[in-house]
Structure formats: C-alpha cells, structure tokens
C-alpha cells in the first residue's frame, strides 16, 4: 500500500495568513493526488485534484503543486471559512489512501 | 445537481452483517465515466477507503477489511449498495457513499451526507 503522511498534524494561523500544507507519498505517485477540506460533522469536499487542478467552485486562494512524492496545498490568505481539517489522497493505485490529516485552527 | 443520499440501520450487533443502501439522484450509476463507492470514518479518526464498483459490476475492495466488504449495485433502481460482514466495535464510523471521477475515476467529487453505524450489542 502507498503511505501518505501530512505535515503538520495541526497548524494555527490567523485570518489573511498564508498557509501551506504538505504531503509526502511513500513511492511515485506522478501528480496523482487529491486534496479535500472537511468541516465539523459534513463530508469532505474535493478541492484540488491531479495534484494542482482547482475543482469547480474551489476559490482561487486555494492552489496545489508537486509530483512524485512530494506535494503542497497552499491557501493564499486564509478566511474564516478556510478553518477546517485538509486531507490528502491518493489516486495512483487501489487500495486508496489519505493522509492522517491537518487540522487548521484559528490563532 | 448530483445528490447521493445513505441509508441503512444505525445500530449493528457485533458479528453481525452491516448493510447501507445509496440512493443516487441527479445522475446515473450506469455511466461510464464514474466508478461508486464506499468511505468510512470512525469517529475523530482519519478516512478509508472500503471499495468501489463500475456499472458492469466490476470491483474494488481495500484488502485491509479482508474480504469483508460485499459492494453491489441496482442500475433499475439508481442505487448501490454496502455489506460488510462480520462487524465489531473497530466498524463504527460515519459511512460515505461517493463518486468517482477523473483519470482513474478514483477522485471522489461527491459525497453523500455520511451516516453513523454503531456496532454494540
């Protein structure tokens, strides 16, 4: 199975911050990884996929770069809305995998 | 608008068989450009994946849940379906129905609202 670790597990920022997320995978997944955004009690939502594609309806702040094994998810001035916990995934190959997740919290 | 909706018993006995209906509106199960699927999330916990299936039937199961998982689907119906057999208190999760699209139509872009199952006696 491919391994996917995020880092941080958790990261506080304050409203207009610049905030980037990574994920690293434990062999090449060429750009095949997917960013999610989940909020208390919903389901996540699909935000970036194929590594730096912006879902339809993902704010521009949102951005993704990286191939291989490394990856970032990048917002570039956080909002009030934007405090939520981001998983990255794997689609490369079956069994599927996520990341453990980062919780972004207000400062 | 594509909405998926689960449905199914909140509460299972241990070594029981869990089993969830998702009922799929908006769209068709019998495209070929999706494949559906399964997700789980125990509670504060991180996500996994249970498996997914085509329209002809074709499967994928995450090999972790070891031959458990039985994922099916009524094309008539617009519905897929969960079992899982053999459950204990490590299955107790918020269970998702998804879509998914893209390449290798494993992104998943649409969820359904998720459902809690709770395995106790």
């Known amino acids: 199975d491919i391994q996917m670790t995020q880092s941080p597990s958790s990261l506080s920022a304050s409203v207009g911050d610049r905030v980037t997320i990574t994920c690293r995978a434990s062999?090449?997944?060429?750009?095949?990884l997917n960013w999610y955004q989940q909020k208390p009690g919903k389901a996540p939502d699909l935000l970036i996929y194929?590594?730096?594609s912006l879902q339809s309806g993902v704010p521009s702040r949102f951005s993704g770069s990286g191939s291989g094994t490394d990856f970032t998810l990048t917002i570039s001035s956080l909002q009030p809305e934007d405090f939520a916990t981001y998983y990255c995934?794997?689609?490369?190959?079956?069994?599927?995998?996520f990341g453990q997740g980062t919780r972004l919290e207000i400062k | 608008q594509l909405l998926l909706q689960e449905s199914g018993p909140g509460l299972v006995k241990p070594s029981e068989t869990l089993s969830l209906t998702c009922t799929v509106s908006?769209?068709?199960?019998?495209?070929?450009?999706?494949?559906w699927g399964w997700i789980r999330q125990p509670p504060g916990k991180g996500l996994e994946w249970i498996g997914s299936?085509?329209?002809?039937?074709?499967?994928y199961y995450n090999p972790s849940l070891k031959s458990r998982p039985t994922i099916s689907l009524h094309t008539a119906k617009n519905q897929f379906f969960l079992r899982l057999s053999s459950v204990t208190a490590a299955d107790t999760a918020v269970y998702y129905c998804?879509?998914?699209?893209?390449?290798?139509?494993?992104?998943?872009?649409?969820w359904g609202q998720g459902t809690l199952v709770t395995v106790s006696s």
């Open positions: 998804v879509r998914g699209a893209g390449y290798n139509s494993l992104d998943f872009d649409s």
């Open positions: 908006g769209g068709s199960i019998s495209s070929s450009f999706y494949y």
């Open positions: 299936i085509y329209y002809t039937g074709s499967t």
């Open positions: 062999q090449s997944i060429s750009t095949y």
């Open positions: 194929a590594a730096s």
């Open positions: 995934q794997q689609s490369s190959s079956t069994p599927i995998t």
